[in-house]
């Protein structure tokens, strides 16, 4: 078997048809679409053109509200601290334990400016607590930043519900979605979603890393990020990256496209896979319970082993996953998010995400299913657990 790419929530291959829409912009349409000569009109009106399509993606009612950037963290940073720079008298914001480390770090920083970030728990499945989130709002709250979907579980958080609850406490705060990870998988409406501001990344839907956008509706006033030329209506200096951009729209239209088989198709071979490794393995459990999910996505937790040693073993034969660990300072600290979530510790560390694309195929899945069993019971004979392992096996029937 070549290789077997299950991890799409990492970065996703650019598709075919974005690699040769993107191509001219390279050699023959180079312009500078600023330039005024006739050279440039081709570059100019591709950006214009890459413009309506991402304002449709998002359902977005003007095209002035879609601004091109680099990448999701880029999107998120814009939002954040321009929503902040032009509301100076309020210094609070809401954000949750589980948000991307783009978000997190950033408030963490903000933290030390002065201002006070409340974060909202999840529960064990990892959806978000409602309640908490309802009562922190208040006067002072500049800013309630949730992501639509989690990177790590999939889960996907109540974003219409989240943005009543925030204009019914104070109809002055705003309201950043970081979307990375629904682009694409699930369909976006920021109108009827009642969202201020919403970042996304094109690398997370097949087009190449180093291209973003992001969403302020026409009420919401920021200031830049990236301050220079009068690019992006002042909102983001930079010569457009013309070629990405043009990449990114076609992302977002064969996305489209594909919406109704990410719905079916893949969420298919997703639970097959779930299923599939939740009956052979007796030491796997769902981190996620029974919550809504991504189609693509599914955070399994082998228990009493090494997340990192199971990736290990997949990757000698050619199969990428990844962990919700990160590798600290020597020491393989749990991820933040199955922390949040309280996830058992004999599961926490043995915990992978697999993450599915429109270019999974079933006999990946069923190659997958065949190897993994065998791998788990290889590094469960080595665990240090063997007695809790033997009660856990009888206590599921195995
Ligand atoms: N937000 C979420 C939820 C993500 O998963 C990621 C990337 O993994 C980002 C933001 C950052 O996106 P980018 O890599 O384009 O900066």
Partial sequence: MSLIYLDNNATTKVAPEVLEVMLPYFKEEYANPSSIYEFAKNANHAVRDARGVIKDFLNAENEKEIIFTSCGSESANTAIQGVLNMNKNKRHIITSKVEHPCVLNLY?????????????????????????????????????????????????????????IIKSKNKE?????????????????????????????????????GIGALYVNSKTLITPLI???????????????????????KAAELAVDSLKYEASEVKR?????????????????????????????????????????????????????????????GSL?????????????????????????????????????DVLPGI??????????????????KLKGF
């Avoid at 004979?381 to 007695?387: I, K, N, T």
Wanted: aromatic share 8%; charged share 20%.
């Fill in 108 to 164: 963490q920083t903000l933290e030390k400016q002065g201002y006070k970030v409340d974060y909202i728990g999840v529960n064990s499945n990892g959806e978000l607590d409602l309640a908490q989130l309802e009562e922190a709002i208040n006067y002072d709250t500049a800013l309630v930043s949730i992501m639509y979907a989690n990177n790590e579980t999939g889960v996907i958080f109540p974003i219409e519900k989240i943005s009543e």
């Fill in 173 to 209: 705060t705003k309201f950043f979605v970081d979307a990375v990870q629904v682009s694409g998988k699930i369909p976006i409406d920021v109108q009827a979603a009642g969202i201020d501001l919403l970042g996304i990344s094109g690398h997370k839907f097949h087009a190449p890393k």
């Fill in 227 to 249: 301050i220079g030329g009068h690019q992006e209506r002042g909102k983001r200096a930079g010569t457009e990256n013309v070629p990405y951009i043009v990449g990114m729209a």
């Fill in 269 to 329: 071979l997703r639970d097959k896979l779930e299923t599939g490794i939740l009956k052979k393995v007796f030491n796997a459990r769902l981190n996620t319970g029974a919550a809504n999910r991504v189609p693509n996505t599914s955070n399994i937790g082998f228990e009493y082993i090494e997340g990192e040693l199971i990736l290990l073993h997949l990757s000698d034969l050619g199969i990428c996953a990844s962990s919700g660990s990160a590798c600290t300072s």
């Fill in 333 to 369: 600290e749990p991820s933040h998010v199955l922390r949040a979530m309280n996830v058992p510790f004999t599961a926490i560390h043995g915990s992978i995400r697999w993450s599915l694309s429109r270019y999974t195929t079933e006999k990946e899945i069923d190659y997958v299913l």
């Fill in 376 to 393: 788990i019971n290889k590094i469960t004979s080595l665990s240090p657990y063997q007695e809790e392992l033997e009660n856990l096996k």
